[in-house]
C-alpha cells in the first residue's frame, strides 16, 4: 500500500508493516486515526481496533507500521448481536 490509509479502513498489519506483527502476531485492524505527526521516513502512526475472526472489535491498538507493508483486508461479514440477527454500527 503505498497511499495512506484512512478511517474506516481495513488492514492487515503482519510481518511486512513491522516485525512484531509476524507469524502468529498479525492483525486485522480497522482505522480510526492516522497520526500527522512526524516519523522515519515511510512509517506511519495507526490508532484502531483489532477485529476478530467473525469482525467483532476485541481490543483498541496504536500501532507503528511501514506504509509500504500494509494491505487491505478480506471484508468482514457484519457482526450480529446476540443471534438476533440485528447489525452492530460499525465502527469508524
Known sequence: MTARPSPGDLLVIDGRASV???????????????????????WIW???????RRGIATAKREVFVQLAGLRPAP??????????????????
Do not use: K
Open 20 to 42: 512484531q506483527f509476524a507469524g502468529g502476531r498479525a492483525l486485522t485492524f480497522r482505522v480510526v486515526s492516522v497520526c500527522d505527526r512526524p516519523t522515519y521516513e515511510g
Open 46 to 52: 495507526l490508532t484502531g481496533y483489532v477485529l476478530n
Open 75 to 92: 471484508a468482514l461479514a457484519a457482526p450480529t448481536r446476540g443471534g438476533q440477527g440485528l447489525p452492530l454500527r460499525s465502527i469508524r
